[in-house]
Antibody
Framework: VQLVESGGRVVQPGDSLRLSCAAS????????MHWVRQAAGKGLQWVAF????????QYAESVRGRFTISRDNSKNTLFLQMNGLRVEDTAVYYC??????????????WGQGTLVTVPS | DIQMTQSPSSLSASMGDSVTISCRAS??????LSWFQQKPGKAPGLLIFAASTLQDGVPSRFSGGGSGTDFTLTIRNLQPADFATYFC?????????FGQGTRLEIK
């Protein structure tokens, strides 16, 4: 299993940015996927989720209406479109796979992360 | 949202010690609880899921317990590689919230 995030860079407040997560080594088109972020020296914050078929998008309240999760199953790639970026969106963004064990969800595999910086 | 509260926020221990980290959920989450280990500059690594199931490749020195609102992560016979930050996460309902983390340091 490999997840490789890309697209992070320094942007100005109000700018837009699209992150990508290239997946390999597993059945991407059958897997729900998450984005999770972490500000420097801080804890983990769940950001967004998309089912394997692109339905049932879920978002953290802090990004709802500004961020959009999407996927291209033909290219095994997950995306996070981020609009109206704010200083508080500065973080490392990770993508992760959703698995189930006896009906209990868990996130066993994570990418290495991509850094988004929105300076004040 | 379900709030996850970890304690302690940090602790110091010596090689060979055993430590226990607690995680409390603001609502009953059954066994929908995972534990992660994170080292500086690295992605989180899954240790335990479904409250007590050890992820493949994780040493048996790690164990998880609890159900409902109170959970524990116990590490026995601490090794150098164990000094890291630990997070709990509930997956009962989205948003999948995390505890604030427990930093385990060498005494």
């Amino acid at each position: 299993v490999q997840l490789v995030e890309s697209g992070g860079r320094v942007v100005q407040p109000g700018d837009s940015l699209r992150l990508s997560c290239a997946a390999s080594g597993f059945a991407f088109s059958s897997s729900g996927m998450h984005w999770v972020r972490q500000a420097a020296g801080k804890g983990l914050q769940w950001v967004a989720f998309m089912r394997y078929d692109g339905s049932n998008n879920q978002y953290a309240e802090s990004v709802r209406g500004r961020f959009t999760i999407s996927r291209d199953n033909s290219k095994n790639t997950l995306f996070l479109q981020m609009n109206g970026l704010r200083v508080e969106d500065t973080a490392v963004y990770y993508c992760s796979i959703l698995h189930y064990f006896d009906g209990v969800p868990y996130l066993p595999y994570w990418g290495q992360g991509t850094l988004v910086t929105v300076p004040s | 949202d379900i709030q996850m509260t970890q304690s302690p926020s940090s602790l110091s221990a010596s090689m060979g010690d055993s430590v226990t980290i607690s995680c409390r959920a603001s609502h009953d989450i059954s066994n929908f609880l995972s534990w992660f280990q994170q080292k500086p500059g690295k992605a989180p690594g899954l240790l335990i899921f479904a409250a007590s199931t050890l992820q493949d490749g994780v040493p048996s020195r790690f164990s998880g317990g609890g159900s409902g609102t109170d959970f524990t992560l116990t590490i026995r016979n601490l090794q150098p590689a164990d000094f890291a930050t630990y997070f709990c996460q509930q997956t009962y309902t989205m948003p999948y919230t995390f505890g604030q983390g427990t930093r385990l340091e060498i005494k």
